[in-house]
């Protein structure tokens, strides 16, 4: 006879009030969301779908008209949920148009500061906040558990984001950011340790450091403290396994950060994320950018001679007004020249209040897309030829979800399904996929 099921006594658990968090926009967004993230679960709530939340948070963006467009889209769909949640909106466009963005639906609240969006939600779900737990001292202790180790981070991300920089103090003609961010701003570095002996708490093995201009980083009270020595300290006061850098200027690329990458050995990611924009010195003036392409050149030279191997990325704009063919020509053929591992597109969409809106020259948008689809292609052959470069090569993977996880040089990489998510594996690239998927064996 099948025995009956266990009974249970008393009254079920009260369900913890559910909070959807929407991201639009970039890496930056997404860590200030995941710290959220962490305030509403230690107050009790939970994160949950959109269709189940008691409250959504908007993190918008408005780096370009599109990004804009979608934040409203966002909003107006979260405002109008059956359920009506509380909608606290927050990001850039909750910076530069919080107006408008209140009057998109009834019951919307804009909240620009953001280290307030928790306890606006907190606030209005009747929870009480709660201050974290302090990291312990020492990292290695908290992390020689096993269960520790295999611990998820909150949000179940696996290579947590750590933003230590906000704002910026440049005005490229196609920006809106620093206008929405503000000043060039950093965490102390006393916070950072902190931030990063808390993630290896929670089990993360790859912490990114984060920033809107991250090469900026300073702490003055550190003695002019600047990223290669933030990265020293980081490395001789943690036992992080890995850090990588988020995007970066070009001009941040300095001899003094490739050499402390250099001798951190595999502890930094050998991947940097240099955003050149354009490959033509025309174009960059007239998008104000602070750097020409001989700078950028030698900044690749530097890097490659000091991390043999290593992976660069970068982002790129087509269709810039006034961006001739000519000038795309000499803009594809730096790229190709570059041999950039990682390239990301972007045909430049208008973005009202800034300087490039309103220059002569606007690039009709078949031509744009035309210069948009043969980028594409270039970034799509140049990785494939890094990737086909490291067959054979060792690599350290963090195995991200069961069979898949992320190379040093940001690759994808095929695993062993049976490796536990959020371990460290170090691996030998056996092949490559047509996607440019690296195949691997363990080692
Ligand atoms: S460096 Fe230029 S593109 Fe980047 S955030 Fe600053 S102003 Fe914007």
Not at 104 to 124: F, N, S, T
Not at 219 to 229: E, F, I, K, V
Not at 349 to 368: E, I, L, N, Y
Request: with cysteine; hydrophobic share 40%.
């Amino acid at each position: 006879m099948t025995p009956a099921p266990p009974t249970t006594s008393g009254p079920a658990p009260a369900r913890r009030p559910g909070v959807a968090l929407v991201n639009l926009g970039c890496r930056v967004n997404r860590v200030e969301l995941d710290l959220m993230a962490s305030e509403l679960e230690r107050a009790g709530a939970e994160v949950v779908g959109e269709r189940e939340a008691a409250a959504v948070v908007v993190n918008t963006c408005a780096v370009t008209g599109e990004a804009e467009a979608k934040t409203r889209k966002a909003v107006r769909r979260v405002a109008t949920l059956p359920q009506r949640p509380l909608v606290v909106a927050t990001g850039c466009v909750a910076n530069l148009f919080s107006d408008e963005l209140e009057a998109l639906a009834p019951g919307v609240v804009v909240e620009r500061d953001k280290a307030r969006v928790a306890a606006r939600v907190i606030e209005g779900l009747g929870l009480v906040p709660q201050a974290p737990a302090p990291a312990g001292d020492d990292p290695a202790e908290a992390c020689a558990s096993p269960a520790h180790r295999d611990a998820p981070t909150p949000t179940g991300r696996t290579r947590p984001g750590i933003k230590i920089q906000d704002g910026c103090d440049n005005r490229c003609t196609y920006c809106i950011v620093w206008r929405a961010r503000g000043r060039a701003r950093s965490l102390a570095a006393d916070e950072v340790l902190l931030a990063v002996r808390e993630a290896r708490a929670r089990g993360a093995r790859e912490v990114v450091l984060t920033g809107i201009n991250l090469g900026s980083y300073r702490d003055a009270a550190a003695g002019d403290l600047a990223l290669p020595g933030l990265l020293d300290l980081l490395l001789e006061r943690t036992d992080v396994e890995r850090i990588r850098l988020s995007s970066i200027e070009p001009p941040d690329v300095t001899p003094e950060l490739c050499a402390v990458m250099a001798a951190a050995g595999e502890r930094v990611a050998p991947f940097l994320h240099v955003c050149l924009q354009s490959g033509c010195d025309e174009t960059l003036r007239r998008m104000a950018r602070v750097y020409r392409t001989d700078l950028f050149r030698h900044v690749a030279a530097t890097a490659r001679e000091a991390v043999p191997g290593i992976a660069l990325g970068t982002d790129l704009i087509v269709g810039f007004p006034g961006e001739t063919d000519a000038e795309f020509e000499a803009s594809l053929a730096f790229c190709r020249e570059m041999r950039f591992a990682r390239m990301h597109v972007f045909r430049y969409s208008r973005r009202p209040g800034t300087p490039a809106a309103t220059m002569p020259g606007q690039v009709p948008a078949p031509v744009s897309a035309e210069r948009g689809r043969r980028a594409r292609e270039l970034a799509d052959e140049m990785r494939l030829a890094q990737a086909r470069s490291l067959v054979g090569e060792k690599d350290l993977v963090v195995v991200q979800s069961p069979g898949r996880g992320v190379s040093g040089g940001l690759f994808d990489a095929a695993v062993d399904p049976a490796l536990p998510v959020d371990s460290l594996v170090r691996v030998r690239v056996t092949g490559v996929r047509g996607d440019a998927t690296l195949e691997t064996e363990p080692l």
